[in-house]
């Protein structure tokens, strides 16, 4: 049972990665191995089985399967959201009920795609699964499964367990007008790596993302130096992790987070297929490109970087 509320999940909140070993297998032990490499950076949670963990690729009971094992490892330490998103209400109430009889803290889901649902059915999507699990439920906004308009999030936020949002939008004048017209209880987090410091400059709680997986301690100081009003340090910063990630996303971007662990000594694997796996030549190119914007921004003390 979850013993935490929504509004004590704030910071730093790596939209974890799956790791397949290189047959595409779901590999627990380095499962293990990241989980506890995050927890030593000390993010302030940890968000499960989203787009960053592939989740598509993965049937219901390997997604499941994940699940157990972070929990597992993770002890109650830190909150643990689980994505449980899918296209279909039956799949997601499924995945809901089994995150919260494993003890996660929240839910969160994107909206049902690839079809084109209206508006009303997709509140009753959330409604459904809301209503399966007394968990707070995140609402996820992402281009990829079609973004949910201001109108409809203002209907999301009115559903009893539906209490906040994570906002993989650019639009970021909506998150100060969720805050001012929803209610500044309703949680937002702030998705898009690339502005986490815009996201909470406009009032995110907290920032859900890729790139909190390899490059965690250039977040957690953007959000430290945003709490102590710095805004000079946090844009420094920012302009630090934008040329990792701008350069990153170049390349097969969630096979290259996983090699730049592996080159720091906590090798979370391959990606799955279609995804393509990373070639001797990209190998060379990432870890070159790397090398180059560690030396033009002086980055150090971040630990994927510094182990080259
Ligand atoms: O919402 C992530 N989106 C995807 C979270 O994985 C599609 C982001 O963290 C992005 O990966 C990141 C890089 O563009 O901002």
Redesign the pocket.
Known sequence: MSKRNLQDIKGVIP?MMTCFDEQGRFDESRQRDLTRFLLTKKVDGLYLT???GETFLMTGEERKRVVEVVLDEVGGRIPVIVHVGDIGTDKSIELARHAYECGADAISSVPPFYFKFSSDEIVGYYQDISESVPLPMIV?N?A?AGLVDFSTIKRLAKIENVKGI?Y?ATSHHEILRIKEEIGKDFMVYS?????AMSGMAYGSDGI?????NVIPELFLQIVAAEKNNDIKQAKILQTSADAI?FF??EHS??ASMKKMLAWAGHDAGYSRRPFAPLTAEDEVQLREGLLAIKDKYQISGVEVLDNL
């Open positions: 939209a989203g787009s960053t996820y992402i990829l994570k993989t998705g898009c790596d690339e502005m859900i993302g890729s790139f909190y990630i990153v996303l971007f969630f």
